[in-house]
């Protein structure tokens, strides 16, 4: 058995997230979960073995207060796995007048990561391969400009991705590690929706893998060593050119820093 680990998973009541949590405490791991629901996410957590921590990733101050729950219930984590990420179906702006996706999937870890650096050890960020069809325009993807219900989600997880080389960079010499990892294409309730386009998707689900298939691979990440890489699955993988744009990504994290007014 791996070394016991303090791992926290946002988004744990379900899903990748739940299936992620539920390996890390078969391993032997203290695990505990958020969820922006707490009753769903204490029965989760009862039923795994996993503490809860109730968590809204959804605006800055709710994240802000997350964070905080976070820190309170676990001072030393080994581990932080963000999970937790929404595919909208349309144009939502959260209080802040961030499109939701680009505050849960982008700015909610960048700004966990800057609130919890003092105590954290590793992070592994949950990615998704979609990100090569990603593209982010800094003017207008932070407010849903550009949005669309096929596209978005691709877009937020490319701007998150792309922080991962810098947070790497960041914490190099403080010891912190971050890896990103895509999960698979799982059957989950990602993107779930209405009309035709939910029909399709129901459709095109029943075809795939349970998230627990991704339980190993990600969990296996847990008590890893190395930085600043990207998994598919168990497979180390370059980033795709999309996500190497130096320029562009030094763009999205001074633009993230006055967001979530971090230094
Ligand atoms: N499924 C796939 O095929 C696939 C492929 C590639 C990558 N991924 C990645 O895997 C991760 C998990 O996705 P999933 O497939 O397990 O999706 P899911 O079944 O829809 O679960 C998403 C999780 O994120 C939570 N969440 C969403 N918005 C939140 C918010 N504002 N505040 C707090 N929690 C929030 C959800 O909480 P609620 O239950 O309260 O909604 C839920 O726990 C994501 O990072 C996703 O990008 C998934």
């Given at each position: 058995?791996?070394?016991?680990?303090?791992?926290?998973?946002?988004?744990?009541?379900?899903?990748?997230?739940?299936?992620v949590?539920?390996?890390?405490?078969?391993?032997?791991?203290?695990?505990?979960?958020?969820?922006?629901?707490p009753?769903?996410?204490?029965?989760?957590?009862?039923?795994?073995?996993?503490?809860?921590?109730?968590?809204?990733?959804?605006?800055?101050?709710?994240a802000?207060?997350?964070?905080?729950?976070?820190?309170?219930?676990?001072?030393?984590?080994?581990?932080?796995?963000?999970?937790?990420?929404?595919?909208?179906?349309?144009?939502?702006?959260?209080?802040?007048?961030?499109?939701?996706?680009?505050?849960?999937?982008?700015?909610?870890?960048?700004?966990?990561?800057?609130?919890?650096?003092?105590?954290?050890?590793?992070?592994?960020?949950?990615?998704?391969?979609?990100?090569?069809?990603?593209?982010?325009?800094?003017?207008?993807?932070?407010?849903?400009?550009?949005?669309?219900?096929?596209?978005?989600?691709?877009?937020?997880?490319?701007?998150?991705?792309?922080?991962?080389?810098?947070f790497?960079?960041?914490?190099?010499?403080?010891?912190?590690?971050?890896?990103?990892?895509?999960?698979?294409?799982?059957?989950?309730?990602?993107?779930?929706?209405?009309?035709?386009?939910?029909?399709?998707?129901?459709?095109?689900?029943?075809s795939?893998?349970?998230?627990?298939?991704?339980?190993?691979?990600?969990?296996?990440?847990?008590?890893?060593?190395?930085?600043?890489?990207?998994?598919?699955?168990?497979?180390?993988?370059?980033?795709?050119?999309?996500?190497?744009?130096?320029?562009?990504?030094?763009?999205?994290?001074?633009?993230?820093?006055?967001?979530?007014?971090?230094?």
């Amino acid at each position: 058995m791996d070394e016991s680990l303090s791992v926290v998973v946002t988004g744990g009541n379900r899903g990748v997230g739940r299936a992620v949590a539920a390996e890390a405490v078969r391993r032997g791991h203290q695990v505990t979960i958020t969820s922006r629901q707490p009753e769903a996410g204490a029965a989760v957590a009862r039923e795994i073995g996993a503490e809860l921590v109730a968590g809204d990733l959804s605006n800055l101050r709710t994240a802000r207060a997350a964070a905080g729950e976070i820190a309170a219930a676990v001072p030393a984590i080994d581990v932080l796995v963000h999970n937790a990420a929404v595919w909208p179906s349309r144009r939502v702006l959260n209080e802040d007048g961030f499109e939701e996706s680009f505050f849960t999937n982008h700015l909610a870890p960048f700004l966990l990561n800057h609130l919890l650096e003092d105590r954290i050890r590793r992070v592994v960020q949950v990615s998704a391969g979609l990100y090569v069809m990603g593209r982010v325009d800094p003017e207008r993807t932070p407010a849903g400009g550009d949005f669309s219900a096929t596209k978005t989600y691709a877009n937020t997880k490319l701007a998150n991705l792309m922080m991962v080389p810098l947070f790497a960079e960041r914490w190099k010499d403080s010891g912190i590690t971050i890896d990103a990892v895509h999960p698979g294409v799982l059957r989950t309730g990602l993107g779930e929706r209405g009309g035709f386009q939910g029909l399709l998707l129901k459709t095109v689900k029943r075809s795939l893998k349970s998230a627990d298939a991704a339980a190993e691979p990600v969990a296996d990440l847990l008590a890893a060593e190395g930085t600043g890489r990207y998994f598919n699955g168990r497979r180390q993988r370059p980033l795709k050119p999309v996500a190497r744009d130096a320029d562009l990504a030094r763009r999205l994290w001074d633009d993230a820093v006055k967001a979530v007014e971090v230094a």
